[in-house]
């Protein structure tokens, strides 16, 4: 092993200086997001991930076929009011009076 010369030490120094400016950075960077530093940033993290675990996804993929064929049946209402509509506008069929 060599040893280690007055440039290493310099080198090491500025690597050394570089991280801790590096750290302060990402630091000052999550305080403008309201985290105060990244063992809170890491906390929170495992706090999203504990509470996203508990979602089974095939809850969400039931509530997304529920989602799905809602949307289908007002679309299905949807097109029936419309040929509703013109139907009545082809038969020229006067309004009714409000509350009929």
Do not use: C, W
């Not at 630091?27 to 940033?41: C, H, T, V």
């Not at 529920?66 to 013109?86: H, N, Y």
Request: hydrophobic letters at 40%; zero cysteines.
């Amino acid at each position: 092993m060599q040893p280690v010369t007055m440039q290493d030490q310099e080198a090491f120094r500025r690597d050394a200086d570089e991280i801790v400016r590096l750290y302060g950075e990402i630091g000052r960077r999550l305080s403008n997001r309201g985290i105060r530093g990244i063992d809170e940033l890491v906390a929170l993290h495992q706090q999203v991930r504990a509470a996203v675990e508990t979602i089974a996804g095939q809850e969400i993929d039931s509530a997304l076929l529920q989602i799905a064929t809602l949307v289908d049946r007002l679309r299905l209402i949807s097109r029936s009011l419309a040929t509703l509509g013109e139907m009545k506008l082809a038969l020229g069929s006067t309004e009714p009076p409000a509350g009929s």
